[in-house]
């Protein structure tokens, strides 16, 4: 279903994008939680060791433990309306753009719009058209999540007007350039490893064990995003140090914070400060992230075209009968 299918031609462009957006709904609602504790992660300079003194963070339970002690219940679902806005967005754009490039290869092409790589290589653009499109909520749903007490922002107005007269409207596409190199590479992994997977379980399952085909797509989904983020990891983390550039004072509570002049001043400071372990804080929450959201994803995305699509032919039979 993910796809152009010239066998089903069953979603239309539309269609694809409201089951996007939905999808995209779904999974941020149950994401947020683990979004929150890796950027905490991702943004502390501190080793995340209780051995490295000064270290806020040193493991996920901790994490939590000390997040809910000291924010609240709610702290979790930090940033949750420009999350939110993001997530539809995002989906809405990336599944439109992909369901129309994959149909542009399959009429314009010798290439079969089903193939890995034309999957990895529509992927990748229509990340990267949805990136541009949404990356301004990228940055607020960043600073929001980062943001300790008391509070910086108090809501979304606040946030957009604060940034925009002290900072510039610039500050809205902070770290683009490391996003947009990491998400074409990510995107195109997912798909195309979905794509793989997908094709590798029809094989190996035999004819009678193919009706659980929406656990098979979780399993699918969820596989592939473990393989595509720990791949761009790095990028992602870079991305996330130079969207709070200028937020400092906010940082403060959190331990150290550092600012970085560009991308690659802030590899540098990175390598040199913390080694190369350093581009890989906060992974383990990512990767249970990257897990669950991309798992969600898939299914919801499945689901939502397989519902569309049952929709449309319960209404072919009444249209004829009227």
Same mark, same amino acid.
């Given at each position: ?25 779904? %999974? ?23 051995? %490295? ?48 490039? %994959? ?98 379980? $029809? ?96 299914? %919801?995305? $499945? ?17 004829? $009968?009227?």
């Amino acid at each position: 279903m993910v796809g152009y299918d010239p066998e089903a031609k069953c979603v239309s462009t539309v269609e694809a994008a409201a089951a996007g957006s939905a999808s995209g709904f779904v %999974t941020r609602v149950l994401i947020s939680p683990l979004d929150v504790i890796k950027i905490r992660f991702q943004l502390q300079i501190e080793r995340l060791s209780s051995k %490295t003194p000064g270290a806020k963070y040193h493991g996920i339970l901790q994490a939590v433990r000390r997040i809910f002690q000291e924010e609240g219940m709610l702290a979790f679902w930090k940033g949750h309306v420009p999350a939110q806005l993001l997530s539809v967005g995002y989906g809405a754009v990336q599944f439109m753009a992909f369901e129309s490039l %994959t149909k542009l290869v399959h009429n314009v092409t010798s290439y079969n719009a089903r193939n890995s790589f034309v999957h990895f290589t529509c992927g990748g653009l229509s990340a990267c058209t949805a990136t541009v499109a949404v990356q301004p909520v990228d940055t607020l749903r960043t600073r929001f999540a980062a943001q300790g007490e008391p509070k910086v922002y108090h809501n979304l107005h606040h946030a957009v007007v604060t940034m925009y007269q002290t900072e510039g409207p610039r500050t809205f596409y902070r770290g683009l350039t490391p996003t947009v190199i990491a998400v074409f590479p990510y995107a195109g992994f997912q798909f195309s490893f979905y794509n793989i997977l997908q094709q590798f379980s $029809e094989r190996m399952i035999p004819d009678e064990g193919k009706e659980g085909g929406n656990v098979k797509n979780l399993v699918c989904g969820s596989c592939a995003g473990i393989i595509s983020k720990t791949l761009t990891y790095p990028f992602d983390l870079i991305k996330k140090r130079l969207q709070v550039c200028g937020f400092e004072h906010a940082r403060a509570a959190f331990g150290q914070v550092r600012i970085y002049r560009g991308l690659l001043d802030c590899i540098r400071q990175i390598m040199r400060e913390e080694g190369p372990g350093g581009f890989f804080k906060g992974l383990s929450p990512s990767l249970l992230k990257a897990a669950v959201s991309t798992g969600l994803i898939f299914f %919801t995305y $499945e689901l939502f075209c397989s519902l569309l699509c049952a929709l449309k032919n319960a209404d072919s039979p009444k249209r004829k $009968e009227g």
